[in-house]
């Protein structure tokens, strides 16, 4: 599988598996960890997670999985996020959802994440999302300590725009690799609100999370996913493609901001969907004809 550069020591795979509904997929830390071998050994090595997913339970899961194996860790790329406070029952001391990207809270979510995946350090950590109330130089002081201290490599942001992105960008003065955004054939917005151009002039590869647009791309009755759907039918009769996720993956994967799409299933069949994507055939004409399809009319 194709690897993409992120910085001059960090490739991700072209694929990343993602791990936000890990704890409804019922594996056993044994079958947890057999499914991440089969995904290394498909080329699949970057994993997704967030410090909230599955009530705050998530990481942990994974590093069960990992704690059978922790030789694995040297061929995996971990990628957490911090930033959002749900009111749970894991965390108590929640009475409201708010964002916090203050330097306490970044630490201290980060050195609790390490603990819970089992592993000294995290190759990315990303801001999960914009903070109305973020100080965007408290916010780089703690990245500037996490990274002194070795528990991360490099960092990120989720979900910002272009003017977002540039202010914290201009605070820490280093290299935020990338911008985790929603895109799919059913949110095309990123290519038309400048967040893309955005990472495609400062040369920041942007990882995609819900390319299938939350299963709404299989049982969305709308106009607009029936629309989509029929156009993505129609294009995998054209180039033999097996399902139609293959073809919303591949039109992703052939763009050429090189994106990253995150799959989030636990089930290995719908993982090479994505996988077998990135050899699709894709037309520039194909790509535009979904895009049309997409937006319900032709381009200006």
């Given amino acids: 599988m194709k690897k993409i550069q992120l910085a001059e020591d960090l490739q991700f795979s072209q694929i990343v598996h993602g791990h936000w509904r890990l704890a409804e997929w019922n594996l056993s830390p044994e079958e947890l960890l057999s499914l991440m071998e089969r995904c290394i050994e498909a080329g699949i090595t970057t994993f997704d997670h967030a410090d909230i997913y599955g009530n705050y339970m998530c990481e942990e899961l994974f590093g069960q999985a990992l704690a059978l194996k922790p030789s694995l860790r040297e061929d995996i790329q971990?990628?957490?996020?911090?930033?959002?406070?749900?009111?749970?029952?894991?965390?108590?001391?929640?009475?409201?959802?708010?964002?916090?990207?203050?330097?306490?809270?970044?630490?201290?979510?980060?050195?609790?994440?390490?603990?819970?995946?089992?592993?000294?350090?995290?190759?990315?950590?990303?801001?999960?999302?914009?903070?109305?109330?973020?100080?965007?130089?408290?916010?780089?002081?703690?990245?500037?300590?996490?990274?002194?201290?070795?528990?991360?490599?490099?960092?990120?942001?989720?979900?910002?725009?272009?003017?977002?992105?540039?202010?914290?960008?201009?605070?820490?003065?280093?290299?935020?690799?990338?911008?985790?955004?929603?895109?799919?054939?059913?949110?095309?917005?990123?290519?038309?609100?400048?967040?893309?151009?955005?990472?495609?002039?400062?040369?920041?590869?942007?990882?995609?999370?819900?390319?299938?647009?939350?299963?709404?791309?299989?049982?969305?009755?709308?106009?607009?996913?029936?629309?989509?759907?029929?156009?993505?039918?129609?294009?995998?009769?054209?180039?033999?493609?097996?399902s139609i996720d293959e073809v919303a993956y591949a039109w992703l994967l052939k763009h050429p901001s090189q994106i990253m799409p995150i799959v989030g299933s636990g089930k290995m069949n719908r993982i090479e969907a994505a996988i077998n994507a990135a050899n699709l055939p894709l037309t520039r004409e194909q790509w535009f004809y979904i895009l049309q399809e997409s937006m319900g009319k032709e381009v200006d």
């Fill in 78 to 242: 971990i990628v957490t996020k911090c930033g959002i406070k749900l009111v749970s029952e894991n965390r108590p001391q929640h009475t409201i959802k708010s964002y916090d990207t203050s330097k306490e809270h970044i630490i201290s979510s980060t050195e609790n994440s390490l603990q819970k995946m089992n592993t000294d350090y995290v190759d990315v950590l990303l801001i999960h999302r914009p903070d109305p109330f973020m100080d965007p130089a408290e916010t780089a002081e703690a990245f500037h300590i996490l990274r002194k201290e070795g528990k991360v490599k490099h960092f990120g942001v989720s979900n910002f725009t272009p003017k977002q992105m540039e202010m914290l960008q201009n605070e820490y003065n280093g290299p935020l690799v990338t911008n985790q955004i929603e895109l799919s054939v059913l949110h095309e917005q990123p290519f038309f609100d400048g967040t893309i151009n955005h990472l495609q002039k400062e040369k920041v590869r942007p990882m995609a999370w819900s390319p299938l647009a939350g299963g709404r791309l299989f049982k969305g009755n709308d106009e607009k996913a029936i629309r989509v759907k029929k156009a993505l039918e129609k294009v995998a009769s054209e180039t033999e493609a097996s």
